[in-house]
């Protein structure tokens, strides 16, 4: 066993985090510093633990319960982050606690104020998922009318072949060439992009998928008439939470959407459900689209798949996306899968553990 010395307990008296314990069959608390005293100041330090409890918001409550149920004597906890409401503002707090082996009664714990660090990653995702949405948007927009320009100059090319116009055919192959070359040009910085944000270490955080997708999907239906598409978003719960890291499984959500703007016709729809029945969360990402042809539905997650189309409006692809998809899901322990029939529309599934 580790021996305390005063220095240590001046130290932990001292320090600016907060720590403290308390008897959970007394429901009482029996130690705690400064620190602690002077942020919950507001309750009755001396009183029940069942107002520290009331504090924690009700859907952390289960997960921070949870959490302590597994959890043996002597065995130090992770970082459990939930949130409290103290003085009518929301606290974001990281606990690490342990049951005492010689007194299974008490549990020990050092609290951590995340809230400013909680926030400025939240503002930091969200303009990651906005930037994402945009760069899809953007690249919907300029791919559609270079495709159009190739296309015509490729026509143009072959009908002028018959003649002598040098010059003519000259134009016409500098116009065929710098479309292909604006078209690459999207087409790779898409691709940068996604491999980039997949090219970190994983950092799995509890969160609300509702909100997550909201925040997302808004970015879309702004849009709506500019894409001359339909988003819609389905669920009955106003938080479904699991443990993702939210920048690669936000982008991999990105670039489902993203597939199914491209083979979704003028004035079609994009669906996204989310359901959780306290066993699994089902994520759902539909379209009325033109569907996959049955001959490519074995291989899609294959890398450099030979399902990869050229999308309705001239958006190309490197058969990259699908396989980098299920990498991400199957990083988080989920599961995906699709439904799709030629012309009409392809849904892809994502199952995951709830939070």
Same mark, same amino acid.
């Given at each position: 066993?580790?021996?305390?010395? #005063? *220095?240590?307990?001046?130290?932990?008296?001292?320090?600016?985090?907060?720590?403290?314990?308390?008897?959970?069959?007394?429901?009482?608390?029996?130690?705690?510093?400064?620190?602690?005293?002077?942020?919950?100041?507001?309750?009755? /330090?001396?009183?029940?633990?069942?107002?520290?409890?009331?504090?924690?918001?009700?859907?952390?409550?289960?997960?921070?319960?949870?959490?302590?149920?597994?959890?043996?004597?002597?065995?130090?906890?992770?970082?459990?982050?939930?949130?409290?409401?103290?003085?009518?503002?929301?606290?974001?707090?990281?606990?690490?606690?342990?049951?005492?082996?010689?007194?299974?009664?008490?549990?020990?714990?050092?609290?951590?104020?995340?809230?400013?660090?909680?926030?400025?990653?939240?503002?930091?995702?969200?303009?990651?998922?906005?930037?994402?949405?945009?760069?899809?948007?953007? &690249?919907?927009?300029?791919?559609? #009318?270079?495709?159009?320009?190739?296309?015509?100059?490729? !026509? *143009?090319?072959?009908?002028?072949?018959?003649?002598?116009?040098? =010059?003519?055919?000259?134009?016409?192959?500098?116009?065929?060439?710098?479309?292909?070359?604006?078209?690459?040009?999207?087409?790779?910085?898409?691709?940068?992009?996604?491999?980039?944000?997949?090219?970190?270490?994983?950092? =799995?955080?509890?969160?609300? !998928?509702?909100?997550?997708?909201?925040?997302? !999907?808004?970015?879309?239906?702004? &849009?709506?008439?500019? *894409?001359?598409?339909?988003?819609?978003?389905?669920?009955?719960? #106003?938080?479904?939470?699991?443990? /993702?890291?939210?920048?690669?499984?936000?982008?991999?959500?990105?670039?489902? /959407?993203?597939?199914?703007?491209?083979?979704?016709?003028?004035?079609?729809?994009?669906?996204?459900? !989310?359901?959780?029945?306290?066993?699994?969360?089902? *994520?759902?990402?539909?379209?009325?689209?033109?569907?996959? #042809?049955?001959?490519?539905?074995?291989?899609?997650?294959?890398?450099?798949?030979?399902?990869?189309?050229?999308?309705?409006?001239?958006?190309?692809?490197?058969?990259?996306?699908?396989?980098?998809?299920?990498?991400?899901?199957?990083?988080?322990?989920?599961? /995906?899968?699709?439904?799709?029939?030629?012309?009409?529309?392809?849904?892809?599934?994502?199952?995951? &553990?709830?939070?």
């Amino acid at each position: 066993m580790i021996r305390k010395t #005063p *220095l240590l307990d001046r130290f932990i008296a001292e320090d600016s985090l907060l720590y403290f314990s308390f008897n959970h069959k007394q429901l009482t608390l029996t130690e705690y510093n400064k620190a602690f005293a002077d942020f919950f100041q507001s309750i009755e /330090i001396n009183g029940s633990y069942k107002n520290f409890v009331s504090l924690i918001m009700a859907d952390d409550l289960g997960h921070v319960e949870n959490t302590f149920q597994k959890l043996k004597p002597g065995e130090l906890s992770g970082n459990v982050e939930f949130r409290l409401v103290l003085q009518q503002r929301t606290y974001y707090i990281q606990l690490n606690a342990l049951i005492d082996e010689t007194d299974p009664d008490i549990i020990s714990g050092r609290i951590m104020d995340i809230t400013e660090q909680k926030l400025y990653q939240e503002k930091l995702v969200e303009f990651t998922n906005k930037k994402n949405a945009v760069l899809n948007i953007i &690249s919907h927009d300029l791919a559609g #009318p270079l495709g159009t320009i190739q296309m015509l100059s490729t !026509l *143009l090319k072959d009908h002028f072949k018959a003649n002598t116009e040098e =010059r003519i055919i000259k134009i016409i192959n500098m116009i065929e060439s710098n479309s292909k070359r604006g078209i690459k040009m999207i087409q790779e910085f898409i691709k940068k992009e996604f491999l980039e944000s997949i090219g970190v270490e994983l950092q =799995r955080k509890r969160c609300n !998928l509702v909100q997550k997708l909201e925040n997302l !999907l808004d970015e879309y239906k702004s &849009s709506e008439p500019h *894409l001359n598409l339909g988003f819609n978003f389905n669920c009955d719960q #106003p938080e479904v939470y699991a443990f /993702i890291d939210e920048v690669k499984f936000m982008q991999a959500i990105n670039n489902l /959407i993203s597939n199914s703007i491209k083979f979704t016709q003028d004035q079609g729809t994009i669906s996204i459900g !989310l359901q959780n029945d306290g066993k699994k969360v089902l *994520l759902s990402i539909a379209d009325n689209g033109v569907g996959i #042809p049955a001959q490519f539905h074995e291989k899609l997650f294959d890398k450099f798949n030979l399902a990869r189309r050229t999308g309705l409006r001239g958006e190309h692809s490197v058969g990259l996306g699908m396989s980098i998809i299920k990498t991400i899901v199957e990083w988080h322990e989920g599961k /995906i899968w699709f439904e799709s029939e030629e012309n009409k529309g392809t849904t892809f599934f994502i199952e995951l &553990s709830p939070g």
